[in-house]
């Protein structure tokens, strides 16, 4: 018998190239860090687990595990489509924000980070092109990077390159434009919402990149004052006339809405990109958690608008106090970004101050943590700006946190 | 404004090139035919509602959800690792088969069909080579050619070719091998066992290719018969001496014993090859649901041994069931595997007969269903075989379904 004991526990040689490209999420890393119950953070941005509909959701439960029949698809497996009922409310809401869609338009995903996932893998080649803005949701890197794409930067409200401009650096990079890809709405990370003009803008673009988009709604539905911008899908539709000649894919969630715990997010676009999808869902997990997806349907079909309009109150508060408690207490040369909606400030500091040594000195000096904002730059630069999340935190305690922080910057 | 509607609503164009790797499961396709109640299915594979135990289960929601606590973390993000409960459960069982690992060892995924995808990723560029047996798991080689291999096959039971052989045809193929992939125990599709000889000479052809062994144990714990081999895992741990040093893969899961619907199984590795699976965990979808891991700890911890025995049980009634039928009713020239556990039984036809073209004439004049073989072949041969399983049935409706299944072989 050969024994030749594994000389080491690595098994790097082994790896795919594109293993090179898979990084840690700074964020994801510092929320282990936050459990010291006397830190402020504003570094997570996830949701005020308060707004959780728990009544609604535990009801749900008891009711699918009480009716024999519903207790067993709900911990069956299921198709990877998605639970049908969930589809069709879905259906009906991508209706109600202007994509009028049927069933072949959906695909069920495990939040929109899978979403996110799925489209760098069937769009993305080593070497292609993924255009972004900069910064960016890092969550969407991440997800794009595992399949070894460059990045090249959108400038949506500032007005894009030229196509042929994108097209021969893609080119130059050895690949091709695969997508464009926003946070159109109270974007994460610097909670700006892009207009109108700009967004058709980015549409023209892309259809002269021919090109699809992956239009991310993560916090869409959480604006507190000023008026709608149409989605991009519902006004792609509008020029194409129909969903299936969309380029949009539209990526929802039911995370930052009615809860992230059970994973249920989604994909909306044309057929022809949804029949793909669901192959990639197949061999990813075969399907969502159907019993998950049987009780998002119950809780979005008892709750959606009330939680909306509760997310709303709640999360307008807390931005008003870390506006006020910014200007309040930040020095000359600090600026910020107003949010009508969403859940982030972007701060850009001074040039010469450090994100990450901010935090460093944040952490230890004022029990205060943020995101550094580099992390956001698929370049890493952004060196001098740092991501605010008011999503957890009291009222009070922003106003508190704030102004130790301030005296770090000041 | 440029006004350039989509002329086309796919995108085939943008597609990665390993798109064109991406089918659907003829397995999931059949199981959306198999509606119809008057159909004997012997297709599915899936285990019977009948097992799961919805007490157990709906009790875990309740208490969960009747704790603002528990409630608002199982309904949170969480650590892309896995909840620590559960995660430590996992760290108790893999002790019990022979393997001391502890939490750095385990990642929780949506079941092992996510493990495999996750492995797949890590390891395959383009043109690599993976290592199956013939036939195989077709989820397996659905989730292994997203990233574009060729495959050669391995032969447990008859002495696998040598470590040379392998790594010029890889060399040949434009790659290296990159890992050996085999369900040692009630595989799937053949219901066979390897034997411990066999599992050693995997280890040392592994060894000598210094390349990772995945070892896929979905059926593992369905023995109805005869003497446990021990998981390769736990023989690769005494001979290297610590699950650090091991070059198995363990993929647990969940779904064959308490329920498939949760979505929760695990890898079990070296703790380096764990953090990259972490990594990609996190960007893939952040985690698996919270609350899911919750109620999976609480299930396991209450009847995970239990289960196992019924599930042993049930299943081992419709084993002997459709071997006898196969036995009183198959024609000359019909074989079959007589599977120790699991859920399935292989069928060798006459070669001059095909399993698509006799599935077409099973549903259609015998109302009975089953999986063609050639789907677990990576070069789609075995035309003449077919998969039976008899976990749903009755085991009237199996002696029923194979007569007349056999009546149209004969």
Known sequence: ????????????????????RMKASEIRELLKLLDQPDIISFAGGIPDPALFPNDVIGKAYADIMADPK?????????????YPPL????????GRLGVPCTRDNIVVTNGSQQALEFLGRLLLSPNDTALVT?????????????????????????GNRTPASYTEAAAAGGGSVKFTYVVPDFGNPTGETISQAARQSLLDLSAELDCPVLEDTAYAALRFEGTDVPCMQAMDVARSGHIDRSRVAYLG?????????LRVGWICASAALIRRLVLIKQASDLNCAAINQMVMHRVATACYAEQVQK????YRGRRDAMLAALAAHMPVG????????????????PPHVDGAALLKRAVAEAKVAFVPGHAFYAD????????LSYSLPSEAKIADGIARLAKLVG
């Open 87 to 94: 589809v069709d409310w879905i259906v009906g809401h991508m």
């Open 134 to 158: 900069a910064p960016t949701y890092l969550g969407a890197l991440q997800a794009f990077s595992s399949y070894e794409p460059r990045y090249d930067t959108l400038t949506p409200e500032k």
């Open 1 to 20: 018998m050969t024994t030749a004991p594994a000389a080491t526990n690595e098994f790097e040689p082994r790896y795919a190239s594109r293993a090179s």
């Open 380 to 387: 890493g630069s952004g060196r001098n700006t740092m991501r």
């Open 70 to 82: 519903q207790a067993a698809s709900g911990l069956q497996y299921s198709t990877s489509e998605g």
């Open 253 to 261: 969630t039911f995370s930052k809405t009615l809860t992230p715990g």
């Open 311 to 314: 997310a709303r109150a709640l």
């Open 334 to 349: 600090v600026t910020w970004t107003k949010p009508e909606g969403g859940l982030f400030v972007w701060v850009t500091l």
